[in-house]
């Protein structure tokens, strides 16, 4: 069993929309979670890091942790043709950090 | 700043070759990162480095190896190249604060071995 599950889409949606990516993981060792944004060709940014379970929310973007499923969100709304790119969730727990396999977003005008 | 930057950007080695490729940071930060991305599997943890002079091996760090003399540097080292080393190599790096930290990640090091 993979340490982080993460649908790999693609998903494809209008210019407007509400996005939900989602990630499961089976170590109840993670402490951390987060969100990274990946630009073709080019490297991960960090969008969004989370320690609790609950919402955290940063302009359009909203992060959700529930540790007692494993499961985690983002939530994008309004969503742009700049939000087009690969979605990554990540957790640690000490130095070791868990990458999902990546979610594959395009945002049509 | 600079951030992280990594050199080349694009190799094709033989089998059985060796390389190095290199990572440097220009933010002072104490941890960096060596990560592998293949498609439709992620970004694999290589090995890092909490310090100058401390390496840890993540979770691949078969046929590979690193050092740390200086904050500003973290090359990877390749010795036998296999064709299963195929991959995007990402260097990043972070300040680490508490239990996580904003990993900056460097543009990337593709590598072909034939």
């Known amino acids: 069993q993979k340490e982080v599950e993460q649908d790999p889409g693609p998903l494809s949606v209008p210019e407007g929309a509400i996005v939900s990516l989602n990630c499961t993981y089976s170590?109840?060792?993670?402490?951390?979670f987060m969100w990274y944004r990946q630009y073709s060709r080019k490297g991960p940014e960090l969008l969004m890091y989370t320690y609790s379970s609950g919402n955290k929310e940063d302009g359009r973007f909203t992060a959700q942790v529930d540790k007692s499923s494993k499961y985690i969100s983002l939530f994008i709304r309004d969503s742009q043709p700049s939000d087009s790119a690969t979605y990554l969730c990540a957790m640690n727990t000490g130095n070791q950090f868990y990458f999902g396999t990546g979610t594959s977003l395009t945002v049509i005008p | 700043n600079a951030g992280v930057t990594q050199t080349p950007k694009f190799r094709i080695l033989k089998i059985g070759q060796s390389m190095t490729l290199q990572c440097a940071q220009d933010?002072?930060?104490?941890?960096m990162y060596w990560y592998r991305q293949d498609p439709g599997m992620g970004l694999k943890l290589i090995y890092y480095s909490v310090g100058a002079g401390i390496t840890d091996k993540g979770e691949v760090p078969n046929g590979y190896n690193v050092s740390r003399s200086t904050t500003e540097d973290f090359p990877l080292r390749l010795e036998l190249a296999a064709p299963s080393q195929t991959s995007v190599y990402f260097c990043?790096?972070?300040?680490?604060?508490?239990?996580?930290?904003?990993?900056?990640f460097g543009p990337g090091t593709r590598l072909t071995v034939l």
């Open positions: 933010m002072n930060h104490n941890y």
């Open positions: 170590n109840s060792a993670f402490q951390y």
């Open positions: 990043a790096s972070s300040y680490r604060l508490g239990g996580t930290d904003t990993q900056y």
